[in-house]
């Protein structure tokens, strides 16, 4: 087959670039061919390990060109951007012309901008017709299925299959920078955060709840990272206006590679989540996966052993922080993956290419995945 991921791509890795990268190495590892049209940051980026784009109409020209070549869509969209609804509208829309309806990779939980909608949101009306043009989707897990069918999908058209696999837990340990290095040497606890300088990051949240916790415990430190390039400065903007002694506890990155994303999180005390619309989030898995306690806005996805805080409710997510900090021996006793990290790549990789739809149908846990 030929297949065209349409999605994120790193650099920058992420949550969805990871997925995608993982899933062209399985699908070229099978023998066929995969090119990926990537439609992240660094798009406009000659590369040789992806396609470019350059713009709206050289999006359009290349899906009409990849279509003509005979290949099969797939594409990654959720329910928090206008602008990844337009371009999975547009893939959807060549793919139907082509004669290959995509087939769909659904990101996120049920807590997201656009989605779910109620009956006769105006909203709801795009999205079916999204769906509607679509082959088959896959999401997380089976209650955001049950939330697709209700926009009128065929049940056997919509698949739940967790995006987190095992593979994401495959990490060389590497040196970290003197300055990470010195900063981890000089605060304890320190606190990772992956975040973006987006409103459902809740910084200026997650800012009050660290000035609440380090006035009991002084040295605490603050990682925040995965800022994508384009947000770096506005993060830097916003954390400049803070008294020195505040700054002092954050160290401020931006987006990280996969090994030394894995070894810094290892070497922190805990990992703080603040979205709520992610579903339960890959950084989540695998703080959960390598031990490093996590404390999580509540959205009803997070998995056994994390700490959850009300959503955007900075006094309870210092509460929690405290708790995680003064019981830390039990804490991290209790921090695992409960069920393990199955090999959900190979699963999406036989949804995609049909040689085992029963496999691909089988019921998934609820590891859902949107960073």
């Not at 994120?8 to 090119?35: I, S």
């Not at 990051?201 to 390039?229: C, D, N, T």
């Not at 989540?273 to 996590?294: I, K, W």
């Amino acid at each position: 087959m030929r297949i065209l991921q349409i999605g994120n791509y790193p650099p920058p890795a992420c949550g969805w670039a990871m997925q995608t990268k993982l899933l062209v190495e399985e699908l070229r590892r099978r023998g066929h061919v995969c090119q990926v049209l990537n439609i992240n940051e660094s798009r406009k980026k000659k590369s040789s390990e992806y396609v470019d784009v350059q713009n709206g109409f050289d999006y359009v020209y290349k899906l009409v060109r990849f279509a003509g070549k005979g290949y099969q869509f797939q594409v990654h969209v959720n329910g928090q951007s206008k602008t990844g609804y337009v371009l999975a509208l547009l893939a959807a829309l060549v793919g139907r012309s082509s004669g290959r309806a995509v087939a769909l990779s659904w990101q996120g939980g049920l807590e997201q901008k656009y989605f779910p909608r109620s009956q006769g949101h105006f909203l709801r009306e795009f999205y079916r017709l999204l769906f509607r043009l679509c082959g088959k989707i896959a999401c997380n897990d089976l209650r955001i299925k049950q939330a697709i069918e209700g926009y009128g999908m065929e049940p056997d058209r919509v698949a739940a299959i967790p995006a987190f696999s095992k593979q994401n837990l495959d990490f060389r340990r590497v040196p970290l920078d003197p300055e990470i290095a010195a900063f981890l040497g000089s605060h304890r606890p320190v606190f990772f955060c992956y975040v973006s300088f987006r409103p459902e990051y809740r910084l200026a949240m997650l800012r009050v709840a660290m000035k609440k916790f380090r006035q009991r415990y002084e040295q605490a430190g603050y990682i925040w990272l995965g800022f994508p390039s384009k947000e770096l400065p506005a993060a830097r903007q916003f954390v400049a206006s803070w008294p020195p002694s505040e700054r002092a506890s954050l160290l401020l990155l931006g987006n990280l590679s996969h090994d030394t994303f894995m070894t810094l999180l290892e070497t922190c005390s805990a990992c703080i989540r603040t979205p709520a619309c992610d579903g339960v989030a890959a950084s989540v898995l695998e703080s959960l996966s390598l031990g490093v306690p996590v404390v999580a806005s509540e959205n009803r996805y997070r998995p056994p052993g994390v700490t959850t805080y009300r959503e955007n409710d900075a006094d309870d997510l210092c509460k929690k922080l405290a708790f995680v900090t003064g019981h830390y021996a039990q804490v991290k006793e209790q921090t695992q993956l409960a069920c393990g990290a199955e090999d959900n790549i190979t699963r999406t990789a036989d949804w995609l290419l049909e040689e085992s739809p029963q496999r691909a149908k089988e019921p998934a846990r609820d590891f859902a995945s949107a960073d």
